[in-house]
T-cell receptor, first 112, second 110 residues
Framework: NAGVTQTPKFQVLKTGQSMTLQCAQDMNHNSMYWYRQDPGMGLRLIYYSASEGTTDKGEVPNGYNVSRLNKREFSLRLESAAPSQTSVYFC???????????FGPGTRLTVL | EDQVTQSPEALRLQEGESSSLNCSYTVSGLRGLFWYRQDPGKGPEFLFTLYSAGEEKEKERLKATLTKKESFLHITAPKPEDSATYLCAVQTRSQGNLIFGKGTKLSVKP
């Protein structure tokens, strides 16, 4: 099993450009999550999807949109990138309820 | 407001020198506490889940314990390969998502 996979691994954007970060999991988990990790800030939840067909805002959703394409895939879209969105983005998945989350390898995004 | 605080921010140990990392939390009802390990340039790797005060979990040189206000990650006779950032997260009864601390960066020198 590959676990949680993310593409791309690295990306550089100019201010105002758009892009989509892709995430897929093969563990048959219902819940999926997008986090950003910044120095000194820890992991912060952007959006999550408790099950296929549902999405909800997390702590820092502004400037992002998500799509739960099917049970396996959960994408994060930046419509108009800003330098403040320079960060490392992690996707995670887990079973519902009181369960641990499993993380992907991350996407390092730089917005110039 | 729910909060998770980890200390120290950084810890340097000599190989074989045992120590503990602390995760203190102020939440409105704890459902579970999670420990993760994160290596540079990689995603967090799940280590333990603790559900109630008094519970302990062990894995190799690591032992996690939980009280009503904090959790400790004890590292016994660490090796250089234990060097990583250790993250603590809590899940509360009021919301299902995880709240992460900022982590403790552990360096173990040979």
């Amino acid at each position: 099993n590959a676990g949680v996979t993310q593409t791309p691994k690295f990306q550089v954007l100019k201010t105002g450009q758009s892009m989509t970060l892709q995430c897929a999991q093969d563990m048959n988990h219902n819940s999926m999550y997008w986090y950003r990790q910044d120095p000194g800030m820890g992991l912060r939840l952007i959006y999550y999807s408790a099950s296929e067909g549902t999405t909800d805002k997390g702590e820092v959703p502004n400037g992002y949109n998500v799509s739960r394409l099917n049970k396996r895939e959960f994408s994060l879209r930046l419509e108009s990138a800003a330098p403040s969105q320079t960060s490392v983005y992690f996707c995670a998945s887990g079973r519902e309820g009181l369960r641990e989350q499993f993380f992907g390898p991350g996407t390092r995004l730089t917005v110039l | 407001e729910d909060q998770v605080t980890q200390s120290p921010e950084a810890l340097r140990l000599q190989e074989g020198e045992s120590s503990s990392l602390n995760c203190s939390y102020t939440v409105s009802g704890l459902r579970g506490l999670f420990w993760y390990r994160q290596d540079p340039g990689k995603g967090p790797e799940f280590l333990f889940t603790l559900y109630s005060a008094g519970e302990e979990k062990e894995k190799e040189r690591l032992k996690a314990t939980l009280t009503k206000k904090e959790s400790f990650l004890h590292i016994t006779a660490p090796k250089p390969e234990d060097s990583a950032t250790y993250l603590c997260a809590v899940q509360t009864r009021s919301q299902g998502n995880l709240i992460f601390g900022k982590g403790t960066k552990l360096s173990v020198k040979p």
